[in-house]
């Protein structure tokens, strides 16, 4: 497993020792979990971060002066790297960034203006990978996106942000007077980082942008895959709802047989965790939200995993997004019935929302398993850890961080000893939650 701790800066190794002071869960006292991650000043904001990363650069603030005045300085000092490298940026959006009145979104334009700001300040592919991924909170190089592959190209080969617009616009020349070879072969995001690593000429990488044309622009394919293997094996199938329904029907449930008992065991893992939980069978326990709910849907998938309706928006004047007190980072995307059936429409539709979807899968799956083999599940952080990190960089995802709310929610609940119980009792806390955390 990774060391998290190894190449931690200041502020992510602050990060790591207060999670591993913090052990609220003794006495399933979830208001202070929440107190604590609904604190925006116990996570860096994308001001507080740019700031701590131009001091880093050459940038030498002075004490004593007002806010306005920081921010101008700051505002000021990457403006003038924007001119020396000839790379147009408005100074009204990096003065946005540092008055904490913008975190740039994860749409294209918003991503070429922190490439951008990578190319200004001279970083190379690992300081730019850190910057991504511990600043921005987002993936660092698309590479099935022709500009961010010429982007990756660029930066590794220490090229500047003209030769890559440059290059940009010789690789669209070369792709709209060249027809399509009409390939049905699919080139993954590992395999372009693979054949393209080495390559330190526009030729190469043009000529390999033309042999592929076709591969690229059909992004999250791995992640795609992932989704749909992990559904597969959590969501209940029309198979399995069939199979309970005759169990309903018949009361079979009340003597099940050898045969039925192996039936189970293959269903869908939510399937099996309601029969445990006696959400299926059992009069006594089955809600009325639960009482007709098919099995096999996303809706009652969720239930289980959350353990309760509210989360995936059940009540009309409820909405997750806006009601729960969270930040709003963890609660952007947050997979919901709605996001995942968008997902499941179209994996492109959002890369934060599929990201947050595969870890809740990954985590719930995970979980399950371990159960099954120990009564304590929370023995497992670092397989855990090493398990998650994998799938994410599989998928051209960025590792589990312990400076991104979402994943410190993930990272806090796998330490504990009970980790789908410790999960599903801050959710449904900060879901009924009427103390105003001014979040």
């Known amino acids: 497993m990774r060391d998290m701790y190894e190449d931690a800066g200041e502020f992510t190794t602050n990060m790591l020792n207060k999670f591993w002071d913090i052990n609220y869960e003794d006495s399933e006292n979830y208001n202070d979990v929440l107190k604590f991650l609904n604190q925006a000043e116990n ?13 880093k650069h050459g ?45 740039p979104d994860t749409k294209k334009a918003n991503r070429t203006n922190v490439f951008k700001l990578c190319f200004a300040m001279g970083l190379n592919l690992e300081e730019t990978n850190d910057f991504f991924t511990k600043i921005y909170l987002d993936r660092t190089f698309n590479v099935k996106n022709i500009h961010e592959l010429v982007y990756y190209f660029c930066i590794k080969n220490n090229k500047s942000y003209t030769d890559a617009t440059d290059l940009i616009e010789k690789v669209e020349e070369l792709l709209n007077n060249n027809s399509s070879k009409n390939t049905d072969s699919q080139v993954y995001t590992s395999s372009i980082r693979e054949e393209t690593d080495f390559f330190t000429t526009e030729e190469e990488l043009m000529r390999y942008i033309e042999n592929n044309k076709d591969s690229f622009n ?10 749909n293997k992990l559904l597969t094996r959590i969501q209940g199938s029309k198979e399995d709802r069939d199979f309970i329904n005759k169990l309903k029907k018949g009361k079979r449930y009340k003597n099940i047989t050898s045969e039925d008992e192996q039936h189970l065991k293959h269903c869908g893992l939510v399937i099996q965790d309601a029969i445990k939980q006696n959400i299926i069978f059992d009069t006594d326990t089955i809600s009325e939200y639960t009482a007709n709910k098919d099995v096999s849907s996303i809706d009652f998938m969720l239930f289980v995993i959350y353990n309760s309706p509210l989360p995936i928006g059940i009540e009309r004047t409820y909405s997750f997004a806006n009601n729960a007190h969270l930040l709003k980072l963890i609660k952007t995307n947050f997979p919901s019935k709605h996001i995942f059936s968008k997902i499941k429409k179209d994996p492109l539709f959002s890369f934060e929302a599929l990201r947050k979807a595969i870890i809740l899968l990954v985590f719930y ?51 504990s000893d009970q980790p789908l119980n410790t999960f599903r009792g801050i959710i449904d806390e900060a879901c009924i939650l009427e103390e105003n955390f001014n979040i």
């Open 365 to 415: 799956e995970f979980c399950f398993d371990a159960q099954q083999y120990c009564e304590s599940d929370g023995k497992y952080f670092d397989e855990f850890i090493e398990q998650m990190d994998d799938i994410l960089t599989s998928c051209g995802m960025g590792p589990l961080y312990i400076g991104n709310p979402y994943d410190w929610l993930f990272l806090f609940c796998i330490k």
């Open 218 to 227: 059909r992004y999250n394919v791995t992640a795609a895959e992932q989704f």
């Open 43 to 55: 996570f860096r904001t994308f001001n507080d971060g740019l700031t701590e990363f131009i001091k």
């Open 59 to 103: 940038y030498v603030e002075e004490d004593g002066l007002n806010e306005k005045t920081y921010i101008k300085k700051r505002t000021d000092f990457l403006y003038d790297k924007f001119k020396e490298q000839n790379i147009s940026i408005s100074k009204a959006t990096l003065e946005n960034y540092f008055s904490g009145e913008t975190r």
